[in-house]
């Protein structure tokens, strides 16, 4: 038996929660409406040997989804795209979190394989 923590906690979730659009793998899209919870540090910038500066941040999405795999990808109404990085279940609640990674359109494209 499941402990129904996404329920107990439905008013917090829905002021959280926004529009979210996933890009899986195989082409199709799922549209949500969870939470995403941002745990960045803005101070966190990375260096570039050819000159200027890498921000990265990250976010945590809590879904009720279980089939999104890692490299798949979740856009934001105001057109950001964030890939799935990470992915954690909490079993007894029925809920996975995953972790989303933005980067910056900064970026070279030569860069992305690190």
């Keep these: 038996m499941k402990f129904h923590?996404?329920?107990?906690f439905a008013f917090n979730m829905k002021m959280?929660?926004?529009?979210?659009?996933v890009e899986c793998a195989n082409?199709?899209?799922?549209?949500v409406n969870e939470p995403l919870v941002n745990q960045s540090n803005p101070n966190i910038n990375f260096?570039?040997?050819t000159g200027g500066e890498l921000e990265v941040g990250s976010m945590y999405w809590v879904s009720k989804l279980e089939d999104v795999k890692k490299g798949d990808h979740v856009l934001l109404d105001n057109e950001k795209?964030?890939?799935?990085?990470?992915?954690a279940q909490d079993i007894a609640g029925g809920l996975t979190i995953y972790s989303l990674k933005y980067n910056?359109?900064?970026r070279r494209g030569g860069d992305s394989r690190f």
Excluded: D, M, P, W
Excluded at 5 to 8: I, L, M, P, Y
Excluded at 16 to 21: D, E, G, K
Excluded at 81 to 87: D, F, H, L, N, S
């Design 81 to 87: 795209k964030y890939t799935v990085v990470g992915i």
């Design 47 to 49: 260096r570039s040997i």
């Design 27 to 31: 082409g199709s899209k799922v549209e």
């Design 16 to 21: 959280l929660a926004q529009h979210l659009i």
């Design 5 to 8: 923590n996404f329920n107990n």
């Design 104 to 106: 910056n359109e900064r």
